[in-house]
């Protein structure tokens, strides 16, 4: 009897570690995430709306034209399906990193014969892109409703009530397929994104422990202030090389938005019809420029930098306070 309790505890202490590193990603998610609502908001704006109907100049402009034209609630619109779609989708990406860290880990090291070796700046941006596209896929139609709840406001020809409206809505008169509008960017900017966030702070985390430059790490700690950092130069750096295939994204989530062409961007006439992930990088370049592919990069350069230091930071503090071991490379 004593053999099979003994045999029962793993399991339950194995499900109990999955649950706190869920809750963690999800916490991190959601307070990453409120922190910077109004600046995603307006970053989507940016990426989408009609040139023939420019509303937003600028980060400090549409800021205040959102504030003075909406008020407070303006500032947040699209905030809690946000939530509701980033807080599975960290929870799903941070655990899925994990896994994922632990499973090339030990494929390199049966490799390689040896049990030492730790992950590369390399093997960890495959495993970011293996959690990001994960995470993504799992979670992709919030994204899409997320997107068109952010862009409408009063004037709005069409007004969706809500994420399980908004869903029902594209269903019915859009079809099952167009809650993956978009899907196939989203893929391929998820890769380098989500991939150098992981690898850039992991590595740089990694390299200030090792190194101790200007006294910065001791005991093998970081204090928050340098992993903020990290968290920083890796959303920045992730962010500048994925932010065309977003704002492609974006606009072909759009497509199918019946009533939408007086607020978002197409083909020069306020028509957003794309066949295409490329038809609508050609589209966008042909009619609007190639600096059309990055709109909105400001705030959301303004925007991601505190978002990923805080999603990093947040996450361990939460792990840390749940008890649950985080280090992959150990």
């Known amino acids: 009897m004593a053999s099979k309790n ?3 505890k793993p399991p339950s202490h194995a499900f109990l570690s999955i649950c706190k590193s869920l809750v963690a990603g999800g916490v991190a998610g959601g307070v990453s995430r409120t922190a910077v609502a109004p600046l995603e908001r307006l970053k989507i704006l940016l990426q989408v709306q009609n040139r023939h109907n420019v509303k937003y100049n600028g980060t400090v402009q549409g800021l205040k ?10 500032m947040f619109k699209g905030n809690g399906t946000n939530c ?3 807080i599975p989708n960290s929870a799903v990406k941070f655990f899925s990193y994990e896994q994922a860290s632990k499973g090339i880990l030990n494929l390199y090291r049966l490799q390689t014969g040896n049990e030492e070796a730790q992950l590369s700046p390399l093997l960890r941006l495959g495993a970011g892109a293996c959690a990001g596209i994960i995470a993504m896929s799992a979670t992709y139609p919030m994204d899409l409703v997320r997107g068109r709840l952010t862009v409408q406001t009063e004037a709005s020809p069409r007004q969706y009530r ?7 809505t594209v269903f ?3 079809g099952a397929r167009a809650l993956y509008k978009g899907w196939l960017p989203s893929v391929i900017g998820v890769i380098p994104y989500v991939g150098l966030n992981f690898s850039v702070y992991e590595s740089l985390k990694d390299w200030l422990i090792k190194t101790k430059p ?3 790490a001791k005991d093998s700690e970081l204090s928050v202030t340098t992993r903020l950092a990290c968290g920083a130069a890796a959303g920045t750096i992730g962010q ?3 932010y065309p295939l977003d704002v492609i994204r974006r606009r072909m989530q759009m497509v199918g938005w019946k009533g939408a062409a007086s607020v978002v961007a197409g083909d020069g006439k306020g028509n957003a019809e794309y066949t295409g992930m490329v038809d609508a990088f050609r589209k966008t370049v042909k009619y609007e420029g190639f600096g059309a592919l990055y709109k909105g990069l400001v705030p959301n ?4 930098v505190p978002s990923i230091a805080i999603a990093f930071v947040t996450y361990e503090m939460v792990k840390d306070v749940l008890g649950v071991e985080i280090r992959i490379s150990d």
């Open 240 to 242: 500048t090389v994925a």
């Open 172 to 174: 019915r008169e859009e």
């Open 65 to 74: 034209y959102i504030w003075k034209t909406e008020g407070f609630r303006g």
């Open 301 to 304: 350069s303004v925007k991601v």
């Open 162 to 168: 809500g994420i399980f409206n908004a869903l029902s």
């Open 6 to 8: 003994e045999g029962a």
């Open 214 to 216: 200007l006294g910065i």
């Open 84 to 86: 509701a779609r980033i």
